[in-house]
């Protein structure tokens, strides 16, 4: 939504997608402001099946990358935003997780929950579920590493992790993190810890109630707000009679977009993150613009928005420690915070927009097309 927000105004843009697109939903989402004219918008065939969220993602990707290969002579410019895609011709691949390489994504991803999981745990099964994948989605053949697309690293860990796999340098554009966040001082605040995010196994959302549960149990009254959708896999069953068992301390506050969510990061003073090996990590980048002080991994994208030793931790142990020294220490506190205000100024829309409108620019004029096109 944001690279349409950025290019509209100077190229002639096109959402292919699958599925129906409520525009005024996904504006609410992000914080974006596309009209029904800003955009062209194409649906792809998709076996309807496949088209809900729960839907195996690597067969729906086979399918939507098929059908790419048939329209994407149809356009000038090719961008993915979520992966490198197989079009069969040139493009800008923005790189947003490691979903799309079996291999990183089993150094830093845990298997899903449910049915799912038997798909990666056996791995005869795997490789021959991923090999029909493969067949379906009809490969080109091309590499983007080696041939002529533009390769974009939401994160330096990301593109560090792509030199080491592919042996290739390439640019670095962090996200942008949209919405209206209230400033709220830090006196008036509670000691209240959020995080937010998925439900799901890859957000190690036990090891941060585990977290403040320790520090709670060296004389901490904090507690601790879960901002996302608890549907009902087994891993958000899981996680909701943890939450019914600390019910003073632990609220599931469910999905919330917009005005709700800005409120509740309004009312806590403090953030955590447990995902290791996270590509970037939006929700660390809202909790920071928010005026959270936040904890996170010192492994993965999140270390480079917080990037303050004070506030990464390597495991659970180290994290309560440098957790309750945050909470005594009122000038480590004020410290902390001055230096994440000034972090937080690094991941605005308009820094990210301006970076992409560069890129399509000079990507466009290594094409030699002009714009408007």
Not at 265 to 279: M, P, T
Request: hydrophobic fraction near 40%; glycine fraction near 6%.
């Amino acid at each position: 939504m944001w690279t349409a927000q950025a290019l509209k105004d100077e190229y002639a843009v096109s959402l292919v997608t699958e599925g129906d697109v409520d525009l005024d939903a996904l504006n609410l989402f992000y914080s974006t402001n596309i009209g029904s004219n800003d955009v062209r918008i194409r649906n792809l065939p998709t076996p309807s099946p496949l088209t809900c969220r729960r839907a195996p993602s690597a067969l729906r990707g086979a399918f939507q990358s098929r059908v790419l290969k048939y329209v994407a002579s149809d356009y000038d410019i090719l961008i993915s935003t979520y992966n490198c895609c197989d079009f069969g011709l040139p493009a800008i691949q923005c790189i947003a997780d490691f979903s799309w390489d079996e291999g990183l994504r089993r150094q830093y991803d845990p298997p899903p929950d449910g049915f799912h999981s038997v798909f990666h745990r056996l791995q005869g099964l795997r490789h021959c579920y991923l090999k029909l994948c493969r067949k379906i989605s009809k490969p080109s053949g091309r590499d983007p590493f080696l041939d002529r697309d533009l390769i974009i690293a939401n994160s330096a860990w990301t593109a560090l992790k792509l030199s080491e796999r592919y042996g290739r340098i390439v640019p670095v554009l962090y996200p942008p993190v949209g919405g209206v966040f209230i400033n709220i001082p830090h006196e008036f605040r509670r000691d209240d810890f959020v995080c937010i995010g998925r439900i799901s196994p890859e957000k190690r959302i036990e090891r941060m109630i585990e977290i403040i549960r320790v520090v709670r149990n060296l004389g901490h009254d904090i507690r601790i707000r879960i901002v996302g959708e608890c549907d009902a896999s087994p891993y958000a069953k899981t996680i909701a009679a943890l939450a019914a068992q600390y019910s003073e301390w632990v609220f599931l506050e469910g999905r919330k977009v917009g005005a709700e969510k800005s409120r509740i990061l309004a009312e806590c003073r403090y953030g955590i993150h447990g995902r290791e090996g996270e590509a970037f990590g939006i929700s660390v980048a809202e909790m920071v613009k928010a005026g959270c002080i936040t904890f996170a991994p010192s492994e993965g994208g999140p270390a480079e928005i917080l990037a303050h030793e004070a506030l990464l931790y390597r495991n659970e142990d180290d994290a309560v420690k440098k957790i309750i020294a945050v909470l005594e220490y009122e000038a480590l506190r004020k410290q902390v915070a001055v230096h994440l205000r000034d972090q937080a100024a690094k991941f605005s829309p308009e820094l990210f927009m301006a970076g992409m409108r560069e890129a399509v620019d000079s990507y466009a004029r290594q094409l030699g097309l002009s714009k408007k096109v």
